[in-house]
């Protein structure tokens, strides 16, 4: 004690950078979020038992609410993404969180496994797909809705069953009334739910995307399985990589990455984190990148500032131009 009041000014000093260091490495914006790279996966769908490492989804780190030193770092560096976090996530677990990028994962494999099997279908007539909808998926559920989860598959709307009414009907009812009891399948037990519009954003707060049951010739004997990594930009280049495995087309030493959505109509959806992918791409030995269309404007910014880009970067609009854009190469 008698050296700090002997040496007051200094004491102060190291007291208030004491301070300021604890307050930046515990202080969290709850607003922000950081998009860091991330590597790349190879694709891991199997038919026959067969894997070639020739397609790869690539995946970003997501840092939600970080601290005021972390955001301070990231402003440092332009490979980080600082944005805005959505209003919407505001209150949900990390949990929660984790969960939906894994329903979201298991979705692009339903519907990449559809497109894949559909096209192949065209060419080789002995490859089939049957595929019944089961229900629409709870993917995204706002917490102020206490009653039902993410993953919870709505059956029944109002008495009204999905297989009785159109997609429209059904979710008619959330849009034209405050309240709307709903039937749903949580793992084997089915259950009755009343469901409250939030008046004040004249919103559910829940977002339902179609759930199948599939049943495929040849038999798909490696699907989504969970892993730390989550979310439906994968999906056109899970369709590329069943879809050339179905047919058998040798790719010879085509490393190939790529990013996107894939939609039930084949066209080819906008992803986050596209400037952090083809920084990603560049640290690895890749031969093309397939970017959608609606993220190629900001991809080829990113990518024309790369002294030296190892791979060519392509724009395809929908799965049949990715299709076309893979089997160009090898001719």
């Known amino acids: 004690m008698k050296w700090l009041w002997k040496h007051k000014v200094t004491s102060i000093v190291l007291i208030l950078v004491y301070v300021s260091i604890l307050f930046s490495v515990t202080y969290r914006l709850n607003d922000k979020t950081l998009t860091l790279k991330g590597d790349l996966t190879p694709v891991k769908t199997q038919v026959n038992l067969e894997q070639d490492p020739h397609f790869y989804t690539i995946y970003v780190v997501s840092m939600d609410k970080p601290t005021l030193f972390q955001y301070w770092i990231a402003k440092l560096i332009k490979q980080i993404d600082i944005s805005t976090l959505p209003k919407a996530?505001?209150?949900?677990?990390?949990?929660?969180?984790?969960?939906?990028?894994?329903?979201?994962?298991?979705?692009?494999?339903q519907y990449a496994t559809i497109q894949a099997y559909t096209r192949a279908n065209l060419v080789n007539p002995n490859i089939q797909i049957d595929y019944v909808l089961k229900g629409y998926i709870a993917s995204f559920v706002e917490s102020y809705q206490d009653d039902i989860r993410l993953g919870d598959i709505l059956i029944e709307v109002d008495t009204m069953t999905i297989d009785s009414v159109s997609k429209e009907t059904l979710f008619g009812q959330f849009s034209n009334n405050d309240q709307v009891e709903v039937v749903v399948l949580r793992g084997q037990e089915r259950l009755t739910i009343t469901l409250?519009?939030?008046?004040?954003?004249?919103?559910?707060?829940?977002?339902?995307?179609?759930?199948?049951?599939?049943?495929?010739?040849?038999?798909?004997?490696?699907?989504?399985?969970?892993?730390?990594?989550?979310?439906?930009?994968?999906?056109m280049i899970q369709t590329l990589d069943l879809y050339m495995k179905l047919l058998d087309i040798d790719l010879k030493e085509l490393k190939i990455a790529?990013?996107?959505?894939?939609?039930?109509?084949?066209?080819?959806g906008a992803i986050g984190g596209i400037e952090q992918k083809i920084y990603t791409a560049n640290?690895?030995?890749?031969?093309?990148?397939?970017?959608?269309?609606e993220n190629y404007e900001a991809a080829l910014k990113v990518y024309e500032t790369l002294k030296s880009p190892t791979f060519e970067l392509i724009k395809v609009g929908d799965i049949d131009e990715a299709?076309?854009?893979?089997l160009s190469r090898l001719s």
């Open 258 to 268: 790529g990013t996107g959505t894939i939609e039930l109509d084949g066209t080819i």
């Open 283 to 293: 640290d690895h030995n890749i031969d093309i990148f397939l970017c959608g269309a």
């Open 323 to 326: 299709i076309q854009s893979v």
């Open 196 to 235: 409250n519009k939030n008046t004040t954003m004249d919103r559910y707060g829940i977002r339902f995307e179609p759930y199948y049951t599939l049943t495929t010739i040849p038999l798909l004997s490696t699907a989504h399985t969970s892993d730390f990594v989550g979310g439906p930009s994968g999906g």
């Open 89 to 109: 996530y505001e209150g949900m677990s990390v949990m929660d969180q984790f969960k939906m990028g894994q329903i979201a994962e298991e979705l692009s494999y």
